[in-house]
């Protein structure tokens, strides 16, 4: 149930926002515990640099086009274009699948070690798989509410820990290795994904702006580094002897005699991920040229559900899945390699 119905690319970037912000909500050991502030606040830069950079190819056919790259494939190359489909629909597929092992993880290590896990993925999927079936520009509706509480929840955690705060000079020397720069690099080059479903789903908008996708970038930055700020300055040795430093800062959050609040923390993983999800079951459905189509949300639902418990059966198959130098490689892949070629293929073709 997709309709034609262009809606403000505003909605897009903040859905985008709000899928980035939940790759810092489930980083749990991505960073080596011997780097200092000022080291990963620089690796944080060059992340986003690059994020920024995977957008522009998609930004050229949005501009040039007004149509997002996947329907330009299915117009300029339609006999080729059930391998284009393809490699996207397995891209996508690992993309969820790394959401939900990290999702369910932490589900289990902090909300409830005894909750059947597989039940957990299976009732995530089908609310993701609902919302898909509705449509990008429902899901989009719905991330303008889920960012007012993002908003809320973020303020508590922060402001409710600023009496925390315990300033060491030690961290502001600059270590890290050759090695740890690439890591947390990487790391932070993770929510280049959205660049992927920009290029997917940015032909469902109007009144499309470059600078949107700068801000949205500049201020999920700005969230990833006060996180990181915290996490050292209040937390501070205690944060690299336990997963999830964000729920341990929504844990140490107070306003006087109240504390803990890490159910807020919990909540808005949940939303994050249920919106990451969501649009990227979206994003399969547009990659095989169809806008919406339930039958094929419920194959590759189905796909994603047998991978996770394959997953959790053999780890090495969790360990590839949850890869975020493979993801990363794939999302350049995606969102640069393919689009590129495309461009000098048919740059001088497009359609102004």
């Known amino acids: 149930m997709q309709t034609k119905i262009k809606f403000p690319s505003k909605r897009l970037l903040l859905l985008i926002f709000l899928a980035s912000v939940s790759v810092i909500l489930l980083e749990s050991f991505d960073l080596p515990k011997d780097t200092s502030f000022l080291f990963n606040l620089l690796t944080l830069l060059c992340g986003f640099s690059l994020t920024a950079l995977f957008f522009i190819p998609s930004v050229i056919f949005k501009r040039r086009t007004d149509l997002d790259f996947m329907s330009l494939a299915h117009m300029k190359t339609p006999n080729a274009i059930v391998f284009v489909s393809a490699f996207y ?3 996508f ?3 969820a699948e790394y959401f939900l092992i990290k999702y369910c993880d932490m589900f289990s290590k902090k909300l409830n070690s005894e909750a059947n896990i597989f039940a957990v993925d299976l009732v995530l999927l089908a609310v993701c798989v609902y919302a898909a079936y509705k449509g990008t520009n429902a899901i989009a509706r719905c991330s303008i509410f889920v960012f007012v509480f993002s908003f ?3 303020l508590i955690i922060f402001t409710g820990n600023i009496s925390n705060i315990e300033i060491n000079n030690t961290a502001f020397s600059f270590n890290g290795t ?3 720069f690439i ?4 790391f932070f080059l993770t929510p280049a994904f959205t660049a992927v479903i920009f290029a997917v789903l940015s032909g469902y908008t109007k009144n499309f702006r470059s600078r949107q996708i700068v801000f949205s970038l500049i201020v999920t930055a ?4 006060l996180i990181l700020f915290f996490t050292v300055f209040v937390l501070g040795e205690y944060a690299f002897a336990q ?3 964000c729920f341990l800062l929504s844990k140490t959050t107070h306003f006087g005699d109240v504390g803990g609040f890490d159910s807020l ?5 949940v939303l994050t991920v249920f919106l990451a999800i969501s649009i990227i079951l979206t994003c399969i459905c547009k990659s095989t040229g169809k806008s919406s189509s339930l039958p094929t949300i419920l194959v590759f639902a189905t796909i994603i559900f047998v991978l996770f418990i394959c997953a959790y059966h053999f780890n090495a198959v969790k360990e590839l899945l949850s890869n975020h130098y493979l993801l990363n490689i794939f999302t350049f892949i995606s969102a640069v390699v393919i689009p590129v070629i495309y461009l000098f293929a048919f740059g001088r073709r497009l359609n102004a």
């Open 265 to 269: 923390y919990l909540s808005l993983s």
């Open 93 to 95: 597929v690992y993309t």
């Open 243 to 245: 997963d999830y430093r």
């Open 178 to 180: 050759k090695s740890d």
């Open 183 to 186: 890591n947390n690099t990487s």
């Open 89 to 91: 629909c397995l891209y």
């Open 152 to 154: 809320i929840v973020l």
């Open 222 to 225: 700005i969230i990833f580094a």
